[in-house]
T-cell receptor, first 113, second 115 residues
Framework: GENVEQHPSTLSVQEGDSAVIKCTYS??????FPWYKQELGKRPQLIID?????GEKKDQRIAVTLNKTAKHFSLHITETQPEDSAVYFC????????????FGSGTRLSIRP | EAGVTQFPSHSVIEKGQTVTLRCDPI?????LYWYRRVMGKEIKFLLH????????ESGMPNNRFLAERTGGTYSTLKVQPAELEDSGVYFC?????????????FGPGTRLLVL
């Protein structure tokens, strides 16, 4: 079946450094890739997304890249800050409205002061 | 505007008991989704309502799980009888449309522990 693999499961970086989270997906029909951030005790929230016709998208300190050929996509956070500490989930979805969102298993990102 | 709300926030029950989780979507959102996250694993799709109709229930684990959305507003997810492996966080999400790029807004989740 369809699945999304996410790595690493935990990541600790020094404040100010960059963090990278990587995902791979199995369904070649996937063409929408959202990223959700879940802070401790809060709900998952969409932070950025990318469609398959785009290779990269940036929003301030966060960026996502997509390699459709390799079925890889990544989240990059630059100049990390304490408030970036959270669990991050990647996800993939196909074009059809009946297509489900398939989530990765999450990455717990910790920012060391 | 209020976000997606879920009740209760936590539930601790014994194996064999029944639990009913409730989700109130964002007003006007026809699409309502249930997900579950077992500790350390992915957020897994359970089912999708469009208004009061079940669009896709392929993720429901077994017939101990029953979801309803009478009237197309709030939804309930009943687990009867609960088993140990049902423990996890149950999320509800809603979206206005079901187009692939529609943002799904998540609720805070219900943390279920079956002892």
């Amino acid at each position: 079946g369809e699945n999304v693999e996410q790595h690493p499961s935990t990541l600790s970086v020094q404040e100010g450094d960059s963090a990278v989270i990587k995902c791979t997906y199995s369904d070649s029909a996937s063409n929408y890739f959202p990223w959700y951030k879940q802070e401790l005790g809060k709900r998952p929230q969409l932070i950025i997304d990318i469609r398959s016709n785009v290779g990269e998208k940036k929003d301030q300190r966060i960026a996502v890249t997509l390699n459709k050929t390799a079925k890889h996509f990544s989240l990059h956070i630059t100049e990390t800050q304490p408030e970036d500490s959270a669990v991050y989930f990647c996800a993939a979805r196909g074009y059809s409205s009946a297509s489900k969102i398939i989530f990765g298993s999450g990455t717990r990102l910790s920012i060391r002061p | 505007e209020a976000g997606v709300t879920q009740f209760p926030s936590h539930s601790v029950i014994e194996k064999g008991q029944t639990v009913t989780l409730r989700c109130d979507p964002i007003s006007g959102h026809d699409n309502l989704y249930w997900y579950r996250r077992v500790m350390g694993k992915e957020i897994k799709f359970l089912l999708h309502f469009v208004k009061e109709s079940k669009q896709d229930e392929s993720g429901m684990p077994n017939n101990r799980f029953l979801a309803e959305r009478t009237g197309g507003t709030y939804s309930t997810l009943k687990v009867q009888p609960a088993e140990l492996e049902d423990s996890g966080v149950y999320f509800c999400a809603s979206s206005q449309g079901a187009f692939f790029q529609e943002t799904q807004y998540f609720g805070p989740g219900t943390r279920l522990l079956v002892l």
